[in-house]
């Protein structure tokens, strides 16, 4: 039971509008991510009455597969990187949403909208489908989709919005998808959204508040069908894909590991939250990974410790150089703290759902075969 509940970090549903079989129109796809939406949260909206007809209508057209595998980290910028490239966070480059890079000797933040405009970050080799799609010569709209705002390869996406700005509405949003791909050749349109993510850490997955905001979404989702139906084009030609990178657990403070109860603040350093699951850690000081490693290594009975190089390879994380000596991370539903002072004013923390168990929620597109699991880097393939 233990193992099915940690089965969902991600939810992916596809909507086929209607077939394009006998049509000469073109297949155009919207690509849709809503942040932080757990597996569960549509049944827990539905024992409480919400209202997710929108959703029902997704849930009920399409492809299915039961889960999708998701990457080893699934925050919000190495997942949407990998969805839209293919890649693993090794690959793609962007393997945490705060990381060092010892080549350009700087730190990436994810919430930087100067991190995010830097070309060097995102272009390391791997290509998201819109380059892809504008390579062969169609148009591509995407906003706010981590890695829409830079050249990649020397291309950016045909229409885009510049600078993120959380507080522009959803329906704004798809309102500019809908015209964008009504327009000639504009074939890919992306959306991401950052809800119910935002909402969830601020009064948690179980909470009234985070149930009217799946319903906020629900009437969102009719709302983009209700302008579909209203477009001859569209509603002749038009995939939808909706998904997410990760869920959202409500972890005790009795369940934090305390990272300085085993190694000194001066071996180390790592760029990101003072509570977080995932710790790449950087020898200074004279200190060596061997160092930490003996400091760290067997100390908690949930805390895994490994040399970047014998990290796991069924993780794909080990190969970038991004990827810190030490790799450190609990075991699912524990946490790890710099220090008790980071714990101290801490009742209920709410945490992303990250790594270790790597198949997640029922899966749907809108083309492909009946299957138990897809990689979430094989999004756009499961026709394979």
């Known amino acids: 039971m233990w ?102 000797n700087k730190t990436f933040f994810f919430s ?45 996406p045909t229409a885009a919005y510049p600078v993120y700005n959380s507080s522009i509405p959803l329906k704004t949003r798809i309102d500019d998808v809908v015209r964008w791909l009504t327009e000639e050749n504009m074939n890919l349109a992306l959306l991401y959204y950052h809800e119910p993510d935002s909402q969830g850490h601020k009064t948690g997955p179980n909470s009234p508040e985070l149930l009217k905001t799946i319903e906020e979404l629900n009437e969102a989702i009719e709302y983009l069908l209700r302008k579909i139906k209203e477009n001859k084009v569209l509603s002749l030609s038009l995939n939808i894909i909706l998904t997410s990178d990760h869920g959202m657990i409500e972890v005790s403070r009795n369940d934090v590991i305390i990272l300085e109860n085993y190694l000194d603040e001066k071996m180390y350093f790592s760029p990101g939250p003072s509570v977080r699951v995932l710790w790449g850690l ?43 000596p030490v790799v450190v991370y609990p075991d699912p539903g524990w946490l790890i703290a710099k220090s008790t002072k980071d714990i101290l004013t801490m009742g209920m923390v709410i945490m992303d759902m990250t790594h270790s168990v790597r198949r997640c929620a029922p899966s749907f597109w809108p083309w492909g075969q009946d299957s138990l699991v897809y990689p979430e880097i094989e999004l756009f393939l499961p026709s394979r």
Request: charge should be positive.
């Open 282 to 324: 950087w020898p200074v000081g004279g200190y060596t990974q061997k160092n930490i490693i003996e400091k760290l290594s067997g100390k908690h009975e949930h805390l895994h410790v490994y040399r970047k190089e014998d990290v796991p390879p069924r993780l794909f994380y080990s190969a970038s150089s991004r990827i810190a």
């Open 112 to 156: 930087s909208n100067l991190s995010m405009r830097e070309s060097y970050w995102f272009d390391v080799g791997a290509e998201p489908i819109w380059v892809t799609n504008q390579r062969q010569g169609h148009k591509s709209g995407v906003i706010f989709w981590p890695g829409s705002t830079t050249p990649i390869k020397g291309i950016v």
């Open 3 to 104: 193992l099915k509940w940690w089965l969902a970090f991600f939810v992916a549903l596809s909507y086929f509008l209607t077939s394009i079989r006998g049509h000469s129109l073109h297949p155009k796809l919207l690509l849709i991510s809503f942040d932080g939406f757990r597996y569960d949260y549509l049944d827990l909206a539905a024992r409480r009455n919400a209202n997710i007809s929108g959703f029902l209508k997704i849930w009920d057209s399409g492809f299915r597969a039961q889960w999708v595998e998701n990457e080893f980290t699934t925050r919000t910028g190495p997942s949407h990187f990998s969805i839209v490239t293919g890649r693993h966070e090794e690959s793609h480059g962007i393997i945490d949403n705060v990381f060092f890079d010892p080549e350009l």
